[in-house]
């Protein structure tokens, strides 16, 4: 993979360059690049990468090294409960490369009884990443919990 992988899953993105687009008699109008634009909901956590980031090297932490993207994959499909935010298998794999790529975690690839998987553990800095990641999702995630608990006391008590 590029280097691009590296930059998806641990750093915030650049602002979203768009396309000129000729409608009409040379009017120009912007296409964003994206398929959605900023919403009240993704600007509070605009990069999906960074979370899973978070929860990727917290949880290979949390275990004590060992896990795999596909047991990381299942541990976030877990905790989000698929109701609200399901992140892709692909996502997750193309943030445990970036993670691998920046140094953040480490593992070699093993090969059981005919089964490829690369177990993980984190580094000393995928520890301060961590650290770094958790302050910076802070709020967001605090503020997201508050809104779906006033949403929950509005709507269903």
């Known amino acids: 993979m590029s280097g ?25 109008e912007t296409i964003p690049l994206e398929p959605m634009g900023l919403t009240p909901i993704n600007t509070q956590l605009p990069s999906t990468q960074r979370l899973v980031a978070l929860l990727a090297l917290h949880f290979v932490e949390q275990s004590g090294g060992g896990l795999t993207a596909w047991d ?8 989000t409960g698929e109701v609200f ?11 445990v490369r970036g993670l691998l790529a920046e140094g953040h975690l480490e593992g070699d690839w093993v090969n059981p009884e005919g089964r490829r998987r690369r177990p ?31 949403l929950a006391a509005e709507l269903y008590e």
């Open 4 to 28: 691009r992988v590296a930059t998806v899953a641990t750093r915030p993105f650049p602002p979203t360059p768009s396309l000129p687009r000729r409608e009409g008699e040379g009017r120009v």
């Open 72 to 79: 990381l994959h299942k541990k976030i499909v877990g905790i």
């Open 85 to 95: 935010w399901r992140p892709a298998k692909s996502t997750v794999t193309r943030v």
């Open 120 to 150: 993980l553990y984190i580094t000393e800095s995928g520890r301060i990443h961590l650290r770094a990641l958790r302050e910076e999702l802070r709020e967001p995630i605090l503020s997201g919990r508050d809104v779906f608990s006033r």
